[in-house]
């Protein structure tokens, strides 16, 4: 009776109405995604392995636009340029992005930080068409910037600033901007006060605060912002199509082509090739996290 007495209880056996819920709720997100991203993925494999000869698609089994797509040089430069505009433009985001979510988490007014939210937020509001128009607009020859630079600053000549990469990352930067500050602004609300308000009690100025304390609790945050904004330009497609004036290949483009020319294999093999890029730099940078956390 005594051995029987100390043997510890087992749980109860959940019953399999119970265990079955999660999964009943998880039913609808499931089929969404195998409607709206897993079958179109089997689609691209699909034709990613059809030939595409003389404007016509033959149903049958080839690897040839994969092998003309890893090989060709042109395609090479395509996927660097892609590669590069957005690692520029995830640099300058986060450049401008981590200074502006502080200002933004040490304003003590709540409607200034508000409105300042609001001003951060509306390049989302607008439509990417309106937007690369305008910043044409800006930074065109004859634009506002420039007489600016030649007015004031005394600059000889007009800088070129439109259809080129530079107006490309200027234009990604402002629309991306939101999406590294408010990740950043969310980690620093999180901040625990004490540990500020103890670094500065035990003689610390404001620089090794941040260095020491602020910064590295943050990281989470900014690499998180950074993810998102680099998975984002990769797949930008109006932006460079307008103000990079046909002399920015990204893939996305070379993709948008192929589809126009019919040339289904090629495009297919180009979006499988962009998702790969996406899916390596989520990785690359949830491992970043972790080691952040850490």
Same mark, same amino acid.
């Given at each position: 009776?005594? *051995?029987?007495?100390? $043997?510890?209880?087992?749980?109860?056996?959940?019953?399999?109405?119970?265990?079955a819920v999660p999964w009943l709720l998880l039913l609808p997100a499931f089929l969404i995604m195998a409607y709206a991203?897993?079958?179109?993925?089997?689609?691209?494999?699909?034709?990613?392995?059809?030939?595409?000869?003389? %404007?016509? !698609?033959?149903? *049958?089994?080839?690897?040839?636009?994969?092998?003309? #797509? !890893? +090989?060709?040089?042109?395609?090479?430069?395509? @996927?660097?340029? +892609?590669?590069?505009?957005?690692?520029?433009?995830?640099?300058?985001s986060a450049l401008v992005g981590y200074p502006l979510a502080y200002a933004l988490w040490r304003v003590n007014s709540p409607?200034?930080?508000?409105?300042? %939210?609001? @001003?951060?937020?509306?390049?989302?509001?607008?439509?990417?068409?309106?937007?690369?128009?305008?910043?044409?607009?800006?930074?065109?020859?004859?634009?506002?910037?420039?007489? #600016?630079?030649?007015?004031?600053?005394?600059?000889?000549?007009?800088?070129?600033?439109?259809?080129?990469?530079?107006?490309?990352?200027?234009?990604?930067?402002?629309?991306?901007?939101?999406?590294?500050?408010?990740?950043?602004?969310?980690?620093?609300?999180?901040?625990?006060?004490?540990?500020? *308000?103890?670094?500065?009690?035990? =003689?610390?100025?404001?620089?090794?605060?941040?260095?020491? @304390?602020? #910064?590295?609790? +943050?990281?989470? =945050?900014?690499?998180?912002?950074?993810?998102?904004?680099?998975?984002?330009?990769?797949?930008?497609?109006?932006?460079?199509?307008?103000?990079? %004036?046909?002399?920015?290949?990204?893939?996305?483009?070379?993709?948008?082509?192929? +589809?126009?020319?019919?040339?289904?294999?090629?495009?297919?093999?180009?979006? @499988?090739?962009? !998702? $790969?890029?996406?899916?390596?730099?989520?990785?690359?940078?949830?491992?970043?996290?972790?080691?952040?956390?850490?």
């Amino acid at each position: 009776m005594a *051995e029987a007495a100390a $043997a510890p209880l087992l749980p109860a056996k959940e019953p399999l109405r119970r265990r079955a819920v999660p999964w009943l709720l998880l039913l609808p997100a499931f089929l969404i995604m195998a409607y709206a991203f897993v079958l179109p993925m089997l689609v691209f494999f699909q034709y990613s392995v059809y030939t595409f000869e003389r %404007g016509r !698609l033959i149903d *049958e089994f080839s690897l040839a636009t994969y092998i003309d #797509f !890893l +090989t060709d040089p042109y395609f090479h430069t395509v @996927i660097f340029d +892609t590669v590069k505009m957005a690692a520029i433009t995830t640099l300058c985001s986060a450049l401008v992005g981590y200074p502006l979510a502080y200002a933004l988490w040490r304003v003590n007014s709540p409607a200034l930080k508000r409105w300042l %939210g609001l @001003i951060i937020f509306s390049p989302i509001l607008v439509s990417v068409v309106v937007r690369s128009y305008g910043w044409t607009v800006l930074l065109a020859d004859q634009g506002p910037i420039n007489w #600016f630079l030649q007015t004031v600053l005394a600059f000889p000549e007009p800088v070129k600033l439109v259809f080129n990469l530079t107006g490309v990352v200027i234009s990604l930067t402002h629309v991306f901007l939101p999406f590294v500050v408010f990740p950043i602004f969310s980690t620093m609300t999180r901040l625990d006060p004490t540990l500020r *308000e103890a670094s500065m009690d035990l =003689g610390a100025g404001w620089w090794t605060t941040f260095r020491r @304390i602020t #910064f590295p609790l +943050t990281l989470p =945050g900014l690499l998180a912002g950074m993810q998102i904004c680099f998975t984002l330009a990769l797949g930008a497609f109006v932006t460079p199509s307008l103000l990079g %004036g046909g002399r920015v290949l990204v893939l996305p483009l070379q993709i948008y082509t192929a +589809t126009a020319d019919i040339n289904w294999p090629l495009a297919a093999v180009g979006g @499988i090739v962009l !998702l $790969a890029l996406a899916m390596v730099t989520v990785l690359i940078s949830n491992r970043l996290l972790r080691y952040s956390e850490v």
